[in-house]
């Protein structure tokens, strides 16, 4: 068995179990603070490699909310489906040609140009009173740029957190629809890392080691969860979105 000890030290390794706490708690709460996990794991190894480490984990945390989160929005599930395949084999190529910098500013930029598109949403029209059906051109967008931010950098969750606050549906079809879009999206994305030589028996080993904190954060998670009102619900998506645009465009 690898000794992660030797490869990562202690402080990494504490960091990285912590990231984990972060993947379960942002699948049962907040989906657009998983990026912090993402930015922790891309500093312990390189970029491309980190995100298929953290990719079985956040499969573990989609798999946990399935189970706890039952209200699905099928209908806007649906309309994302043919823009997500072209996202992520878009995002593949990418990975092929670009460097880990520009791979992650890119990201970057267009989260945040979605994150000022939505603010200026809500100036302009305010939140939905009652669920809407995104038109088709819009969902077919979100679709393509989840599936490529997905596949490039686990980065999807402040493209979906908008869609579906743009949507106006409450907290708990929001993250049921969430975990089951990415769910399927996160399984999808396995055959293709592994095509590109990403995962390795070091990541298994460590995945294999952090699930117990996955776990716990997925608990953590669902406990808070019931203490927020949508409004803040809404505020600290919006939020976590934007830091996540912003470590992405720094780190």
Known sequence: MPDLVALYGWPMLAAMAAAAMVVGFSKTSFGGIANLAVAVFALAMPTKESTAAILLLLIVGDMVAIARYRTVSWRLLVKLVPGV???????????????????????????????????????????????????????????????????????AGPVMALYFLAAGIDKQRFIGTNAWFFAIINLSKVP????????????????????????????????????????????????????????????
């Open 85 to 155: 395949i072209p996202g992520l084999l878009l995002g593949a190529l990418f990975m092929s040609m670009v460097d880990d910098t520009l791979m992650r500013r890119s990201i970057g930029a267009l989260l945040l140009v979605m994150l000022i598109m939505q603010l200026w949403q809500r100036r302009t029209a305010g939140r939905p009173e009652s669920p809407t059906d995104p038109h088709w051109a819009r969902a077919a967008a979100t679709g393509t740029a989840a599936g490529f931010t997905t596949m490039t950098a686990n980065a």
């Open 192 to 251: 293709l890392a592994a095509q590109l030589g990403l995962f390795t028996p070091q990541s298994l080993f460590l995945d294999l080691t952090l699930i117990p904190a996955v776990l716990l954060g997925a608990w953590i998670g669902t406990w808070v969860i019931g203490k927020v009102t949508q409004r803040q619900f809404e505020l600290i998506t919006i939020g976590a979105s934007g830091l996540a645009s912003v470590l992405l465009l720094l780190r």
